[in-house]
């Protein structure tokens, strides 16, 4: 008798042992259900609470209807310095090839030039001019001009897209760009050295306290940014009010130097709670990025030194280098050398993309 009871007490243990998994699995399947439903309700907008984060990459199950294409206008601020012009050139032979690769949603491209002049490459790459800052304004800081530009070329220009890409003539498109952006959420990527809850004094001269936390401003500066032309629209003006005030503040030019406008463009999308979809996979900086994989764009604003062992001398000038800067007055030439073995395929690819452009842009050595 004993040992039945015991067999039947064990049994029974087992059964609301099995019962209570049972239950503890079914709560915890539910649980991830029903905060997948509301994950993706907040990404498509149907239901967002104020205290949900939506600085997310888009996961890959969130997929739009068939055949649903957002394409956006890339817009390019540039000046007519021979520098800015061969960058120009190169972006735009790219743009050309990418918008026809499978998957790419890239629409128009124009070039919005603030120098307030037309130029010698009106023909060859879509041009908007627009008017520079009032001489001396922006005090030897040209990017100054870049907001100024995007809020004359947004009232005067027909933008045939709903969205933007605010690119740079040192961007090259290395894979089909789609839209990263989703409805009111911007895409932007993240600079590491934008940080300004590092910055919080200097921030909330411009960014005040019933704004809201400091945290609350994205690390990003406006390119690469994917955005609605109408929130954009509303930015522009804010961005270019605040980068001339951070200018004008002695201890925000010193301490954010020649990132000042980026961080004046993500003041301004704070004050008008817009909030970006942060994507690292949107672009890669060589040489720091040693691999394009899936990335969007190659950003070649550092200077690549190497050794010819394929050692990176940064800061240091190398036997074999790729720097933007060695050609402040004129083109590179055509078929430049590429890096030695050992450099990193980042690296690589943008030479050989520099080199195939050069070749084939008409009257290339005579810019």
Known sequence: MIGRKSMGRASLFLVLLALGFFFATYNLITMI????????????????STSSDPITQMPENVKRPENARRPFHVALTATDAPYSKWQCRIMYYWYKKAKEMPGSELGGFTRVLHSGNPDNLMDEIPTFVVNPLPEGLDRGYIVL??????????????????????????????????????????????????????????????????????????????????????????????????????????????????????????VASAMHGVKHILRKDFMIQPPWDLEVGKTFIIHYTYGCDYSLKGELTYGKIGEWRFDKRSYLHGPPPRNLPLPPPGVPESVVTLVKMVNEATANIPGWDTE
């Open 33 to 48: 259900i029903q905060n997948r439903a509301i994950s993706l309700g907040k990404l498509d907008g149907s239901s967002f």
């Open 145 to 266: 001009n870049r907001p100024w530009a995007f809020v004359q070329w947004l009232e005067k220009a027909t933008i045939d897209e709903e969205y933007v890409l605010m690119a740079e003539p040192d961007h090259i498109l290395v894979n089909p760009l789609p839209n990263l952006a989703h409805g009111e959420y911007p895409a932007a990527f993240p600079f590491f050295y934008i940080k300004p809850d590092q910055n919080e004094k200097i921030i909330r001269k411009f960014y005040p306290e019933e704004k809201g936390p400091v945290t609350d401003i994205d690390p990003i500066g406006n390119s690469p940014v994917i955005i609605k032309k109408t929130l954009l629209e509303k930015i522009a003006p804010t961005w270019m009010n605040v980068s001339l005030k951070m200018k004008d503040d002695p201890e925000a030019d010193k301490t954010f130097g020649w990132v000042l406008e980026m961080y004046a463009y993500a």
